[in-house]
C-alpha cells in the first residue's frame, strides 16, 4: 500500500465506497465525511455507496444522501433515484424465498456453536442476506467466533464476507464487484479501460477485497490496517487517518488535483 500523496490522478469521476467504518466513525456518519460527501458531489464527482447494509437503508441513503446511487447487501441490488427511484435486483423473488428457509437452518447452527452472536438488528430490513452480528451490539467477539461463523455459512453452500461488525452470508454468486460493474455499464456505459481511470473505491475491511483487487485506483482509510493480514488483495493507497476522516482526506485529495487540472 502506497501513501495517498501518491495519487496524482486528476482524471476521476466517480467515487464508489464502503460505509461502515470507512465514511462512519465509531458507528456514527459524522460531519466530516458527510461534508466531505457533499465537497465531492459540488465538484461535479459521483458517489456510489457499496454496502452490506440493507435494502431498507439503501432506499433512505439513495433518497436523501447527496448520492448518484447505492448498492447493497453486499451486490445484491442497487438503487438509484434519478426522478424516480429505480431497483436493479440480481436475485430473483422465487431464490429469495428458497434462501430465507436455508438462512433459517444456518442460523439455528450458529445460535448454538457461537452463543455470543447474534442475528444483526437490521436483519428485519433486509431482503437477500443473513447479516450475523459480531461487533455492533455484541461483542467484539473473538476472532475464532468469526472464523467459525464464516465456516457455518460456507458449509451450508453460501458466499459469506467479513465487515467490521458483521458476518453477511448469501446465496448467488455476486459481490460488491459484480454489481459494481454492472452498474458501471448501465449507468455509466464506461469502457473497462475508462472505468480503470474514471473510477476509484475507498473501503476499510475484508468484504472490500474483490474492490480492492478489481480497481486499479483503490483506496483505504487507516483502519484497515487491523484487518490487512487477513486480505490477499491489498488496497493501492492508504490515508494517514481512520474511519469517517480518512474518507475526507481521501476526499479532498481527490477534488484537490480535479481543481488543480481545471486551473
Given amino acids: 500500500m502506497r501513501a495517498l500523496s501518491e495519487f496524482q490522478n486528476a482524471k476521476v469521476k466517480v467515487v464508489f465506497t464502503d460505509i461502515d467504518g ?3 466513525t465509531n458507528g456514527q456518519l459524522t460531519d466530516a465525511a458527510y461534508t466531505a460527501m457533499w465537497n465531492l458531489s459540488r465538484a461535479g464527482i459521483l458517489i456510489v455507496p457499496i454496502t452490506g447494509r440493507p435494502a431498507g437503508w439503501c432506499e433512505l441513503i439513495a ?3 447527496p448520492v448518484h446511487g447505492v448498492i447493497g447487501e453486499n451486490g445484491a441490488f442497487y438503487f438509484r433515484l434519478d426522478s424516480k427511484m429505480k431497483r436493479v435486483f440480481f436475485s430473483s423473488k422465487a431464490n429469495r424465498k428458497v434462501y430465507r428457509e436455508r438462512f433459517k437452518k444456518i442460523l439455528s447452527r450458529v445460535r448454538a456453536e457461537v452463543p455470543a452472536a447474534r442475528i444483526a438488528s437490521d436483519q428485519f430490513c433486509r431482503l437477500f442476506d443473513l447479516a450475523i452480528d459480531f461487533a455492533e451490539d455484541v461483542g467484539p467477539l473473538p476472532k475464532g467466533d468469526i472464523t467459525k461463523i464464516v465456516k457455518l ?17 448469501w446465496f448467488g454468486d455476486y459481490d460488491k464487484q459484480t454489481a459494481c460493474a454492472q452498474y458501471i455499464e448501465n449507468e455509466f456505459g ?13 473501503g476499510d475491511s475484508p468484504n472490500d477485497e474483490p474492490m480492492f483487487h478489481y480497481f486499479s485506483n483503490s483506496f483505504a482509510v487507516a483502519n484497515f490496517k487491523d484487518f490487512a493480514g487477513d486480505v490477499k488483495h491489498q488496497p493501492k493507497f492508504i490515508a494517514s487517518f481512520e474511519e469517517g476522516r ?9 477534488i484537490r488535483l480535479k481543481t488543480g487540472a481545471e486551473a
Avoid: Y
Fill in 246 to 254: 480518512g474518507f475526507a482526506q481521501i476526499a479532498e485529495h481527490i
Fill in 22 to 24: 470507512t465514511l462512519t
Fill in 190 to 202: 464506461f469502457s473497462k479501460d475508462a472505468a480503470q481511470t474514471r473510477c476509484v473505491f475507498v
Fill in 63 to 65: 433518497r436523501q444522501w
Fill in 153 to 169: 455459512f460456507k458449509e451450508a453452500g453460501a458466499q459469506a464476507k467479513v465487515s467490521d461488525i458483521h458476518v453477511n452470508g
